[in-house]
């Protein structure tokens, strides 16, 4: 099999692991359409506990996501997954036996627990070549926004004909199906992609929480999906105010978010094409504050709704896709690993309190003014985007190396930084591997395996 595309096993590990992925992430995502106004019909409700609900998975989800990614490297990808999705089972069960607004709390908390991001993207390293890696979390990705789109469209649907437990046990029956994915259709790994390219390492993460650059990607996550778990505090409520009844909403996103996958497209051949990739990312921060000032200043009406919905979702979805590939880029040599960790816990952290700030904010100040509140916190971001260093294309490597000792891997270090090419270089002697960021244009790969090999 040639090297320019994925082979058997990755292609079956690829679709195997995107499906599980997006399966779980489908069943988290499913709340959010119908939830506003379902959790009305449960015992102790309340605005704030309401957008706590929605948000309540992401807590468990930032806290456990690094050191579940960990275990992994101790216990085996597989069973740790398989542990994680027998937690995110149990919350979806104990969410659809709730008739309180508090069981429910409990219930998405313990879905959250379930944390197996990291470990399946640790998997998918390990069943990968370093030159195919991309591709298969590429892959990933997409199953991930694809699950969003099919999350908001099937939510309204089955909570329609089912209710709100209804689409808790749907859940359920999901999370069994990823179960046997995981365990008949996922092929065993044989080898380990390098530590530092997989799991979080935590002497790492200190460091990367301070760098200038990663924090404003870290910050970005965070904001986006606050705003993101804080809108649907009330949107689903709107649409019901415009005269659209819950089961009809699934009309009112299929072709919202379609068109917004169709919007995003060019733009985003744009920035690759013409190396336009920092001002595109600051405008599509600038469409999403646009849009949620759009939410608070129109009247409510349905063409209104549906115009601040497409670019809302044409935003989020371009900053959504862009944004783990800028990381990818410029998170430093051999610390991929922890740098997405990072990044994933921000993203919970962000839905988290993007509930529980939306909740409060409609019981305090009224519901419309969740989006005047984001609107704001947006543009804020989009003042720090400006301070992003400009890309430079490049491409990470990790390379075996028969370096014995720290002082060697320093000289090794100095060589291949003085090479063509080379961007970043990183020896890490104890794990005999070599990270390497490179401009594939100019980079001589051969030079550098015989150098590491010497």
Same mark, same amino acid.
């Given at each position: ?14 679709? @195997? ?20 106004? =379902? ?18 998975? %992401? ?24 542990? %994680? ?14 008739? @309180?607004? #508090? ?136 649409? !019901? ?11 009112? =996103? ?15 051949? =744009? ?46 979805? #371009? ?23 990072? =990044?994933? @816990? ?13 909740? #409060?904010?409609? @019981? ?63 020896? !890490?002697?104890?794990?005999? !591997?070599?990270?390497?960021? !490179? ?16």
């Amino acid at each position: 099999m040639s090297v320019s595309g994925l082979n058997r096993i990755e292609k079956k590990a690829a679709f @195997s692991l995107a499906s599980v992925f997006g399966i779980r992430m489908l069943g988290l995502f499913m709340i959010l359409p119908v939830f506003a106004i =379902y959790g009305e019909q449960l015992n102790g409700y309340s605005p704030m506990w309401l957008g706590l609900a929605i948000g309540a998975y %992401g807590l468990t989800q930032a806290l456990l996501q690094i050191p579940m990614g960990i275990l992994s490297d101790k216990f085996g990808r597989k069973p740790v997954i398989l542990a %994680g999705l027998v937690v995110f089972l149990l919350g979806s069960v104990i969410a659809a036996m709730s008739e @309180s607004i #508090y069981g429910v709390v409990i219930g998405r908390a313990i879905q959250g627990m379930g944390a197996i991001a990291s470990a399946i993207l640790a998997l998918a390293a390990d069943l990968s070549r370093e030159e195919q890696r991309p591709k298969v979390m590429a892959t990933i990705g997409m199953f991930i926004g694809l699950s969003f789109t099919f999350a908001m469209i099937l939510g309204p649907i089955v909570a329609d004909n089912f209710g709100l437990s209804g689409l808790f046990w749907f859940t359920g029956i999901l999370t069994i199906v990823a179960m046997f994915l995981i365990q008949f259709m996922v092929p065993n790994s044989v080898n380990k992609a390098p530590r530092g390219d997989s799991v979080a390492l935590p002497a790492q993460i200190s460091r990367l929480i301070r760098d200038p650059q990663l924090s404003r990607l870290n910050w970005g996550i965070f904001i986006l999906h606050m705003a993101l778990t804080a809108c649907f505090v009330t949107l689903p409520k709107q649409f !019901v105010a415009s005269g659209l009844a819950l089961d009809h909403h699934w009309q009112l =996103y299929l072709p919202t978010l379609l068109g917004s996958f169709f919007l995003m497209v060019p733009f985003m051949i =744009y920035a690759m094409k013409k190396q336009k990739e920092k001002p595109m990312f600051s405008a599509a921060i600038a469409l999403l504050a646009i849009a949620l000032f759009l939410l608070w200043v129109l009247p409510i009406g349905l063409w209104s709704l549906v115009l601040s919905v497409v670019l809302f979702f044409t935003a989020f979805n #371009y900053l959504e896709a862009t944004m783990p590939s800028i990381l990818s880029r410029i998170a430093p040599a051999g610390v991929k690993g922890s740098a997405m960790g990072v =990044y994933s @816990s921000s993203q919970f952290l962000g839905a988290f309190v993007g509930g529980m700030l939306g909740g #409060y904010i409609a @019981s305090e100040f009224g519901e419309n003014t969740i989006f005047l509140v984001m609107a704001i916190i947006t543009v804020v971001w989009l003042l720090v985007s400006f301070g992003m260093k400009p890309l430079q294309k490049s491409k990470n490597f990790s390379f075996a190396t028969n370096v014995e000792s720290e002082a060697q891997a320093d000289i090794i270090a100095e060589q291949l930084i003085n090479m063509p090419g080379v961007i970043e270089a990183t020896i !890490v002697h104890t794990e005999a !591997v070599a990270y390497l960021k !490179v401009d594939e244009k100019i980079v001589d790969l051969m030079a550098i395996k015989a150098l590491l090999k010497a």
